[in-house]
């Protein structure tokens, strides 16, 4: 892996600075952000609940910074769960010291087994206890990913665990701290990266009411689509490999906020509906939450008019 030099800052700082909507004057200001996030100014302790790892994989499979490149040069990891070699006592004996000394950004990926604390456990300590305690010391809090931010699949209706997302669990805790949602499944590396690199040189981003950076979420799917035109002239796909709006195929892009439609995923190389594949609703607040919302919305239950809403 190739050390990531000045002028790939540069480089991530103006593709940031474009996709956040900040400007070009505020690229030269993300690079220098990311600079410092490489070099320790906002550590990031990540701890995992219950969840596929797969915002962990989102993160490697970033093209451009590098796999890798991400988690272990454009942010300063104190610990991950998966990704850290150590295990057992050590591993516990570096998250203790890390929460001990506080100063860090709590990333949380996974949902937590409120009613089942056992189901997720972390050298024999519940994992919720051990994200309460992080948590309560951490200086700003961030749920990756729709499992951690909205519940997700773990919390889908029925669940066992009593599976909960992070801002819920907190709250049921009393732990009082600024929380940051990242929903998505998987959550995009730019989102996390964004947000830190924003907190470092322009403070805390505006919040949408769901506590989401509206530099990322402000917008549906639908708004943004490559295939918006499409819709406007009422030309809809009846085959998944057809040309044309995939409305009638059950996009959730209409009720979805976020930016991939524009941001694309694995550095810009495809996303969802330009594969040809509706949306379904992964970055929201209701995905896999209960069955009245499903992967593909039935084109009789949303018309469209309700879309325009
Ligand atoms: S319904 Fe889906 S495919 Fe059609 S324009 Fe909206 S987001 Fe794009
Ligand atoms: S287009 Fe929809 S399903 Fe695809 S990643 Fe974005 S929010 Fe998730």
């Given at each position: 892996m190739t050390q990531t030099t000045r002028r790939d800052f540069l480089k991530q700082g103006a593709r940031l600075a474009a996709l956040m909507g900040l400007g070009s004057s505020a690229a030269a200001r993300l690079a220098e952000a990311l600079e410092e996030l490489s070099l320790g100014a906002a550590p990031v302790l990540w701890l995992q609940g219950l969840s596929c790892s797969g915002c962990s994989v989102s993160f490697l499979n970033s093209g451009s910074p590098a796999p890798a490149e991400v988690l272990t040069q454009y942010i300063t990891l104190l610990f991950h769960s998966t990704l850290s070699t150590a295990t057992g006592d050590m591993c516990m004996e570096i998250v203790n010291t890390a929460v001990k000394e506080g100063g860090f950004y709590l990333a949380v990926e996974g949902a937590i087994p409120a009613g089942m604390p056992e189901a997720c456990l972390m050298n024999h300590e519940p994992m919720s206890k051990i994200v309460a305690r992080a948590a309560r010391s951490a200086t700003a809090v961030l749920a990756v990913g729709s499992c951690a931010a909205v519940g997700g699949i773990p919390a889908a209706?029925?669940?066992?665990?009593g599976a909960v997302s992070l801002p819920e669990f907190l709250e049921k805790e009393r732990i009082n701290k600024p929380v940051i949602r990242l929903p998505?499944?998987?959550?995009?590396p730019d989102w996390l990266v964004g947000t830190l690199a924003h907190v470092l040189k322009f403070g805390l981003p505006e919040l949408d009411t769901m506590q989401r950076p509206v530099m990322f979420y402000g917008r549906t799917i639908h708004d943004q689509c490559p295939r918006f035109a499409d819709y406007e002239r009422e030309h809809f796909a009846k085959h998944f490999s057809d040309e044309g709006c995939l409305f009638e195929l059950g996009c959730l892009g209409p009720n979805t906020h976020a930016d991939c439609a524009l941001r694309h995923w694995n550095t810009g190389a495809n996303t969802c509906i330009k594969a040809g594949a509706p949306c379904?609703?992964?970055?929201?607040?209701?995905?896999?939450?209960?069955?009245?919302?499903?992967?593909?919305?039935?084109?009789?239950?949303?018309?469209r008019e309700d879309s325009k809403r």
């Amino acid at each position: 892996m190739t050390q990531t030099t000045r002028r790939d800052f540069l480089k991530q700082g103006a593709r940031l600075a474009a996709l956040m909507g900040l400007g070009s004057s505020a690229a030269a200001r993300l690079a220098e952000a990311l600079e410092e996030l490489s070099l320790g100014a906002a550590p990031v302790l990540w701890l995992q609940g219950l969840s596929c790892s797969g915002c962990s994989v989102s993160f490697l499979n970033s093209g451009s910074p590098a796999p890798a490149e991400v988690l272990t040069q454009y942010i300063t990891l104190l610990f991950h769960s998966t990704l850290s070699t150590a295990t057992g006592d050590m591993c516990m004996e570096i998250v203790n010291t890390a929460v001990k000394e506080g100063g860090f950004y709590l990333a949380v990926e996974g949902a937590i087994p409120a009613g089942m604390p056992e189901a997720c456990l972390m050298n024999h300590e519940p994992m919720s206890k051990i994200v309460a305690r992080a948590a309560r010391s951490a200086t700003a809090v961030l749920a990756v990913g729709s499992c951690a931010a909205v519940g997700g699949i773990p919390a889908a209706e029925g669940n066992p665990t009593g599976a909960v997302s992070l801002p819920e669990f907190l709250e049921k805790e009393r732990i009082n701290k600024p929380v940051i949602r990242l929903p998505g499944c998987p959550c995009h590396p730019d989102w996390l990266v964004g947000t830190l690199a924003h907190v470092l040189k322009f403070g805390l981003p505006e919040l949408d009411t769901m506590q989401r950076p509206v530099m990322f979420y402000g917008r549906t799917i639908h708004d943004q689509c490559p295939r918006f035109a499409d819709y406007e002239r009422e030309h809809f796909a009846k085959h998944f490999s057809d040309e044309g709006c995939l409305f009638e195929l059950g996009c959730l892009g209409p009720n979805t906020h976020a930016d991939c439609a524009l941001r694309h995923w694995n550095t810009g190389a495809n996303t969802c509906i330009k594969a040809g594949a509706p949306c379904i609703g992964c970055a929201s607040d209701r995905f896999a939450r209960d069955k009245a919302f499903p992967f593909y919305r039935k084109s009789e239950s949303v018309s469209r008019e309700d879309s325009k809403r």
